[in-house]
């Protein structure tokens, strides 16, 4: 039987140790008090001084909590994907389409000035049908 008056060891003053950084894992207890606590944890001679640093936690033996059962890990929070606001998203849309048309322009020029003369204005196969969808969707939106 072990008593609050009694010394407490290396491995005891461990143990309380391995507690309360569980503790704070658990978001039971902050930084600075998981601080403070190791440190008297380190600092006592008895039981009794133990006890009182682990008084206001939950035992590790004891039962979880409603709805939780052992071995089972609670299911994981639903992640959605964060989108833009409604109003925002047409110009988002705009803004990747005038990159993607700003670059196909820049790959155009420097091909017609090595090729000496103007070349085949292919870009806008990419900027025309994706601006008219971006047209029609931005109408129909408002």
Request: hydrophobic share 45%; charged share 20%; glycine share 6%.
């Amino acid at each position: 039987m072990t008593l609050p008056e009694h010394r407490a060891g290396d491995a005891d003053r461990d143990r309380v140790a391995a507690v309360l950084r569980e503790a704070h894992a658990e978001g039971r207890l902050d930084a600075d008090e998981l601080a403070q606590r190791l440190d008297a944890t380190y600092a006592a001679r008895t039981f009794g001084e133990l006890a009182v640093l682990t008084r206001d936690l939950p035992h590790p033996s004891s039962p979880p909590p409603p709805g939780l059962q052992p071995g089972v890990a609670p299911p994981a929070p639903r992640v959605t994907p964060s989108r833009p606001p409604p109003a925002r998203r047409p110009q988002a849309a705009w803004a990747a389409w005038a990159v993607a048309v700003a670059v196909n322009m820049v790959v155009w020029v420097l091909v017609s000035v090595s090729a000496g003369e103007p070349v085949y204005f292919w870009p806008m196969w990419v900027a025309g049908p994706w601006g008219a969808v971006l047209a029609v969707t931005t109408v129909l939106r408002r």
